[in-house]
């Protein structure tokens, strides 16, 4: 089994960045991708990014361009360098782990939630 521990969520002004960090522990070996999701209130959780343990990064088309996931294994951590934020970003983002023989993400955080004002 895989944890998950995020952190660096926040509140900002349109416009400005913020990064968030996914810590994993435990079998970390079985980890094959980890992404960033998103969920706003009233509306389904949406993958944000994804980054595989080769590092191939893909990306929704809305934050293309803005967001950055990468990830440092030494640390067995994944970020996400969120730039020129816009309020259609607010949500609880939540890190997930696709681990080998699974056929979706099957490890969670619990959330960090970000707000962006306009």
């Known amino acids: 089994q895989v944890q998950l521990v995020e952190s660096g969520g926040g509140q900002v002004q349109a416009g400005g960045s913020l990064r968030l960090s996914c810590a994993a522990s435990g079998r970390t070996f079985t980890i094959y991708t980890t992404g960033w999701f998103r969920q706003a209130p009233g509306n389904e959780r949406e993958l944000v990014a994804g980054i595989t343990n080769g590092g191939g990064a893909t990306y929704a088309d809305s934050v293309k361009g803005r967001f950055t996931i990468y990830r440092d294994n030494a640390k067995d951590t994944v970020y996400l360098e969120m730039n020129n934020l816009k309020p259609e970003d607010t949500g609880v983002y939540y890190c997930?782990?696709?681990?080998?023989?699974?056929?979706?993400?099957?490890?969670w955080g619990q959330g960090t939630q970000v707000t962006v004002s306009s």
């Open positions: 997930g782990a696709y681990t080998y023989g699974s056929s979706w993400y099957d490890n």
